[in-house]
């Protein structure tokens, strides 16, 4: 039976440090891995500014990574619409998604500082909580939604090209409007946010495809692109996508909690390992190859949706587990850190084939600080320290934690793998982004 592991302190007590004693502490701190959620001063304040504000939300069912993604995209549409004007990235709050399934645990109006350094983003482009929003703004008020859509007749005649055109609807919109001619909607879980206007708009191309629409015909001053995810990569895999990429540093007491449970569990250390960190995500230059990993293997072996879903590249239980053994043969290892999201029918199964393996299982005190969202970037920072990896197909899941390990300094070949389906022989691996500086 796997042994339930916990980490060194509890995150209780690291938050405690937080709410006394860590508020003033600088970047890079010792105190400053502590300060959970906690807002930080905004560098955009709207007073004296023509500042306008860029809001997204992305389509329900999507989950946790894949938003990741589009904060990319959003970015760089950002960056094409400040060389025209002062724009301000305002961060959707997270909650509520398919993958949060933790019972009675309270996941909605997450501010980005629960999981990521606001810090880091800032170094990047102008960025500012939901909440610091509604306080610039004078209230929860936002003046412009455009709901992005595909064009109805797809393709004109087979041809694809890059355009803009305000249309009608196609799909009932989630707005509706209020006694008082408001619009209701979601917003991230915010009740008393209203919107002023709903267009719809079908958008075809890159990101920044909307920046000249958003210039030229859109006045308002705060403005939200739902459906953000329609829009594609304006550089995929280029300089533009990795400095956004890399400014995503996890939050502090993620990282601290994460190297914890390596040093205590996994024999696994920054030193040992040689994957030096710096707070500074502009000074990570680590060269391909350099990182060496702690002694374990590192899996995300994802189950639920996936095992329909993706019936034939996903490997039964028998079959990953055939697949860890011979890894960690090959690679002379003897633990195996296991990310996954099997249900607990399938967990015993895992355990007893694999007694060896070892995961992250936070106590429901500290999954409740946590959330989901947290336990999942525990698991992705582990996963990313590992002498080898191995993903699941096609999972945005694994796919960021193949970034985190190029930024590392990773070699690819310990990187860029994933499980075979029970049915194929071979299967084709994961393409490998190279990072770009």
Not at 215 to 238: F, K, P, W
Not at 292 to 320: C, E, N, Q, T
Request: contains cysteine; negative net charge; proline residues 5%.
């Amino acid at each position: 039976m796997a042994e339930r592991k916990q980490p060194v302190l509890s995150v209780s007590a690291l938050l405690f440090c937080s709410a006394l004693f860590c508020s003033g502490a600088a970047l890079g701190s010792e105190h400053d891995a502590f300060r959970a959620g906690s807002p930080t001063s905004s560098p955009v304040a709207a007073t004296a500014r023509d500042v306008r504000y860029l809001l997204y939300d992305v389509n329900p069912p999507e989950g946790f990574n894949l938003r990741r993604d589009v904060y990319i995209r959003m970015a760089s549409l950002l960056k094409t619409l400040r060389k025209q004007g002062d724009w301000v990235l305002v961060l959707p709050p997270w909650g509520r998604l398919y993958h949060w399934q933790s019972p009675d645990v309270h996941q909605v109006r997450i501010p980005w500082a629960e999981f990521f350094s606001l810090t880091s983003l800032q170094t990047n482009v102008p960025v500012i909580e939901y909440e610091e929003f509604i306080a610039e703004s004078g209230g929860p008020f936002i003046d412009q939604v455009l709901v992005l859509q595909n064009y109805a007749e797809g393709w004109t005649e087979g041809k694809w090209e890059e355009k803009v055109d305000e249309r009608p609807c196609i799909d009932r919109l989630m707005y509706t409007k209020d006694k008082q001619g408001y619009y209701r909607g979601w917003f991230w879980g915010y009740e008393e946010t209203r919107a002023l206007n709903v267009t719809c708009l079908s958008a075809q191309g890159h990101a920044s495809i909307l920046a000249p629409f958003l210039q030229e015909n859109i006045t308002a001053i705060s403005v939200l692109l739902d459906r953000a995810e329609t829009v594609l990569h304006d550089h995929y895999a280029g300089k533009d996508y990795w400095d956004t990429r890399r400014s995503m540093v996890f939050a502090k007491h993620l990282r601290v909690i994460g190297d914890q449970f390596r040093a205590k569990y996994l024999d696994s250390t920054d030193e040992m390992d040689h994957t030096p960190y710096s707070e500074d995500w502009t000074r990570m230059r680590a060269k391909l190859g350099s990182a060496k990993g702690g002694p374990y293997l590192g899996i995300h072996l994802r189950r639920k949706d996936f095992i329909w879903g993706h019936r034939d590249d996903v490997p039964s239980l028998k079959g990953a587990v055939k697949k860890i053994r011979s890894l960690m043969k090959k690679n002379k290892l003897e633990k195996v850190f296991v990310a996954t999201d099997a249900d607990e029918e399938e967990m015993a199964k895992l355990r007893k084939m694999l007694p060896e393996m070892v995961r992250y299982e936070p106590s429901w005190e500290d999954l409740e600080l946590l959330k989901d969202g947290g336990v999942a970037i525990v698991d992705q920072w582990i996963c990313a320290h590992a002498r080898y990896f191995i993903g699941t197909s096609v999972s945005t899941f694994s796919f960021r934690i193949h970034e985190e390990r190029e930024i590392l300094g990773f070699d690819p070949k310990t990187t860029y793998n994933r499980f075979c389906g029970d049915s194929e022989k071979e299967c084709e691996q994961p393409t490998h982004w190279k990072i770009v500086y």
